[in-house]
């Protein structure tokens, strides 16, 4: 089965105009060459055998086009000189000398440019030309590089792996430079280019751009290339710079003839004159003085021969000094030109300056002339302009004035609003902390009547402050006596920066005093805290569930000098059953005490009692679980309750609150309680 080659021909074209003008590096090609490289492809690119047959080393492509020199090291075959026309073989490696360039022209259209001291090894391809779908991967080791995709890169990315980085393409062209320690890739024109290392990788969609990365590096951002970098490139690929400097010596030998010919020819002009306007007896002596100097030419010319026979080595040795000598007088001509053409470019900038000083320097005077006219006005304008300027600062201190008076107006109303605000806000707790001292009496009162053998049936739903479902608390602080201290103390707490439970949704809290009419006057200063109660019903539902409570505890200390407010944590686990509940563990810290317990067989309904002694202090707590759960069979969201600390000149109270930190089912059933 023969298999269809396309030749993609291969010409230079102007990039758009977003490229900004840079000139795209393509191949230039007469027609002879191309002619020939067509000619060559249908010689080598014979046909391809089926797939799966049986090959040790097996085709990709053609050297195109190539310079002295470049060779090719097959994986089985031995080293050959890659001259156009030669096949370029799977895994071969490939490299260039100093001077050696080479084009390599892949199945599918890709061409691959080597610059000189260049090297790579074609590590993957393959092509199917029905499809136009393949693959191709090449190790570039060190050199320049310029990749033109063919149909591969029309559907998927080509890629190039070097010692520094991952580059791949889609169909478009490249330069690349690549280094030992560095990659410098060119995007000319196409989709897409991307330069991938140390897993961060940089995608250049505009052409005219390029990406550098340095080893051990990830890679730059894009900058806009150079037009310098890029005809340097073009120059060292395509050898160019060489044929211009070649055809400029050409040209300025050509001008040197022609030069020298006008010169001969003047001269032999101005013989003609002179001969013709001299008299006969002067001819003769003019004759006679040629032959004279004829005979010492002729002279000359027999010593000179006998001289180069003699010594041709030393006239080998002086032309080629002339010809140094020559070289350098050009060099140094050529620097005298750039000197002169910067000292040019530095007096056109000095001009410039000039220019510019003087511009300045008249606009200078132009402004000293307004000065000047300025200062010949009558004074007369003066003094109005002086008074109206007194008028206006006048008025603005009027303004002033109004607005001072205006701002104080506005910080006494709001200092009053301030203060009336405190006032409703003092009473509204006064207030509430009479509802839960009431609703606790109440509670203790119906928990009396629960106590006896003859039980009520409201008793089964009660709690510690009201019937659960409805809005229940608690409250905790401490008695201060004596009266002259009352006012004192209340004044001395502090209770900004205090937060009971921050994650609760269902629990309020607050703080009140209550005068207590004994015979030394005594203060009660303590906290509440209220909620919605969760039902019997809503615990026997969470029936072997475990829930976690965690929150904080504030309350009052008063160790016979000034009463102070305190700040503590705890951690509770509930057991949940049918009719009963278990309070696994129970720990708080509170003013430098830390106390534990636990409690079983809490009837469902029930508030439960904690009690523990350490560092010489009684640590007593009652509480109860509030909120609605998130659904029928969940544990309810929050604890609160109330708690006291007793010891030698020591007592503290307060409440404390938290909520449900995390649930699971493997809590023991009430009725095993």
């Known amino acids: 089965m023969k298999t269809k080659i396309t030749t993609q021909v291969l010409e230079s074209r102007q990039i758009s105009d977003n490229c900004h003008g840079y000139r795209q590096l393509g191949y230039r090609s007469r027609r002879g060459v191309l002619v020939a490289v067509l000619f060559l492809l249908a010689v080598v690119l014979g046909p391809i055998e089926k797939a799966g047959a049986a090959q040790t080393e097996r ?100 890629k190039f792996n070097t010692p520094t980085s991952k580059i791949t393409i889609r169909g478009g062209m490249m330069d690349l430079d690549v280094r030992p320690d560095q990659d410098i890739v060119h995007f000319i024109h196409g989709i897409s280019t991307t330069v991938k290392a140390l897993g961060r990788q940089q995608t250049i969609n505009q052409a005219g751009y390029s990406v550098t990365v ?6 730059g951002t894009p900058q806009r290339s150079k037009a310098k970098d890029l005809a340097k490139l073009a120059d060292q690929l395509e050898g160019t710079a060489k044929k211009k400097k070649a055809t400029k010596k050409k040209a300025a030998k050509k001008k040197k003839a022609a030069k020298k010919k006008k010169a001969a020819k003047k001269k032999a002009a101005k013989k003609k004159a002179a001969t013709e306007s001299a008299g006969p007896t002067q001819q003769e002596e003019k004759q006679r003085a040629d032959e004279q100097k004829q005979g010492a030419k002729k002279e000359k010319v027999k010593k000179n021969l006998k001289a180069k026979k003699e010594k041709p080595k030393a006239k080998k040795k002086a032309a080629a000094k002339k010809k140094k000598a020559a070289a350098k007088k050009k060099k140094v001509a050529a620097k005298k030109k750039k000197v002169a053409a910067k000292k040019k470019k530095v007096a056109a900038k000095k001009k410039k300056v000039a220019a ?17 006219a300025t200062k010949k006005k009558p004074a007369a304008k003066k003094k109005k302009a002086a008074a109206k300027k007194k008028k206006v600062a006048a ?47 109440e509670a ?33 602080g401490v008695v201060i006596e004596r009266a002259g201290l009352l006012q004192v103390a209340d004044q001395a707490v502090q209770l900004e920066g205090l937060e009971l439970c921050s994650n609760c949704r269902f629990l309020e809290w607050g703080y009140f005093t209550e005068q207590i009419p004994t015979a030394m006057d005594s203060l009660r200063m303590a906290f509440w805290v209220n909620g919605i109660a ?42 949940f059953g049918v009719a009963n509940y278990n309070v696994d563990a129970f720990s708080a810290t509170f003013d430098g005490g ?76 009430g009725n095993d309680l």
Do not use: H
């Not at 003087?358 to 000293?368: E, N």
């Not at 976690?548 to 705890?570: H, I």
């Open 444 to 476: 203790e009162e119906a928990t009396d009547d629960c106590e006896g053998e003859e039980k009520p049936a409201s008793c089964e739903e009660e709690v510690v402050v009201s019937r659960a479902g409805v809005s229940s608390g608690f409250t905790g």
């Open 59 to 158: 085709e990709v492509g053609v050297a195109a086009a190539a310079t002295t020199q470049a060779v090719g090291i097959p994986p089985v075959s031995a080293e050959r000189v890659l001259n156009p026309g030669v096949k370029i073989l799977l895994d071969e490696q490939v490299r260039t000398d100093a001077s050696g360039r080479l084009q390599i022209l892949f199945l599918d259209g890709t061409a691959l440019t080597l610059g000189a001291d260049s090297g790579l090894v074609i590590d993957e391809y393959f092509y199917d030309p029905e499809s136009n779908q393949g693959g191709m991967s090449i190790n570039l080791t060190t050199g320049l590089f310029r990749v033109i995709g063919g149909k591969i890169s029309k559907n998927q990315e080509i």
């Open 594 to 669: 830390q106390y534990s317990s636990a409690t079983r067989g809490v009837k469902n309904g029930s508030a439960f009692q904690i009690t523990d002694a350490a560092s010489g202090r009684a640590f007593t707590a009652s509480g109860y679980l509030f909120g609605t759960p998130q659904a029928v069979g969940q544990p309810p969201p929050e604890m609160a309750g109330q708690f006291s600390v007793t010891g030698s000149n020591y007592q503290a109270g307060g409440v404390f609150g938290g909520a449900m930190v995390g649930q699971s089912g493997n809590g023991q059933s």
């Open 356 to 372: 510019k000083k003087k511009k300045v320097a008249a606009k200078k005077k132009k402004v000293a002339a307004k000065k000047k």
């Open 534 to 575: 969760a039902t019997s019903k809503q615990l026997s539902a969470a029936a072997t569930k475990q829930a976690r409570y965690s929150g904080g505890l504030l309350g009052m200390v008063w160790d016979g000098n000034q009463p102070r407010t305190a700040q503590g944590d705890f951690r509770s686990t509930v057991s």
């Open 395 to 441: 008025k603005k201190k009027k303004a002033a004035a109004k607005k001072k008076k205006s701002a104080a107006k506005k910080k006494k109303a709001a200092k009053k609003k301030a203060a009336k605000k405190k006032k409703a806000a003092a009473k509204k707790a006064a207030a509430e902390a009479k509802k839960v001292a009431a609703a606790a009496k």
């Open 214 to 219: 340095t080893k051990g590096e990830t890679p």
